[in-house]
């Protein structure tokens, strides 16, 4: 071989291993933007899995508050449905009671009446009388119906209704009920009928 052959063989070889290097270089440069764009997808791929993890509970977190609101409205409901039902039983016949309570002040009426005058006659009279009214005033306490107190307590707008205000006869009686015009009444705890009362002042 010739000298000329020798270089150009060596020329050769030097090209083929700069070539090389060049490839390699090449090479591992792409293997790292491969590398670097397989890690961003890997990071993208992560804080979209949080993203929606994030949003999955938040919809949950949400879903469990109107279960839970859902949930305390119907209760309430049910509460509120058995109090409208418990107070409509208590108060059903109270249009009928109302209607009685006139024939009781009637009752009284006759009785006060019939006590002024005392023969034997009217003494039987009287005795039947306060059987009928007794009666009566049993039915109405059975049915939860009781007189409101009134003379000598103090007035109260909830349970009295001021017919008109006279000089009160002591000092202690200002402010409070001196006379009853009509007997008010309740039902289970609720008034059916004010006292119509006259107060001292």
């Known amino acids: ?44 791929k992560e804080q979209e899995v949080k993203a929606e993890e994030t949003n999955f509970e938040q919809k949950y977190k949400e ?18 449905s058995l109090k409208e039902k418990m107070d409509l039983i208590k108060s059903a016949g109270e249009e009928i009671l109302l209607s009685i309570l006139p024939v009781i002040d009637n009752f009284e009426r006759a009785l006060s009446s019939i006590e002024k005058k005392s023969n034997e006659e009217e003494n039987a009279v009287l005795d039947g009388v306060e059987l009928i009214y007794k009666n009566f005033k049993d039915f109405l306490a ?20 001021a017919i008109t ?19 008010g009444y309740m039902m289970h705890e609720k008034v059916i009928r004010f006292a119509k009362v006259v107060v001292g002042e």
Request: hydrophobic share 25%; proline share 2%.
């Open 1 to 44: 071989m010739t000298e000329m052959s020798k270089k150009s063989k060596n020329k050769k070889e030097k090209a083929d291993i700069k070539a090389e290097k060049q490839n390699e270089e090449v090479l591992n440069n792409a293997e790292e933007q491969n590398t670097d764009k397989n890690t961003e997808e890997k990071d993208s």
């Open 63 to 80: 879903m469990h508050d109107k279960y839970l609101r859902l949930t305390a409205e119907y209760d309430n409901y049910r509460k509120r």
């Open 142 to 161: 059975q049915k939860g119906v009781t007189e409101i107190e009134a003379i000598g307590k103090d007035f109260d707008t909830d349970l009295h209704e």
């Open 165 to 183: 205000k006279i000089p009160a006869p002591e000092e202690k009686l200002k402010g409070k009920v001196v006379d009853v015009t009509e007997k």
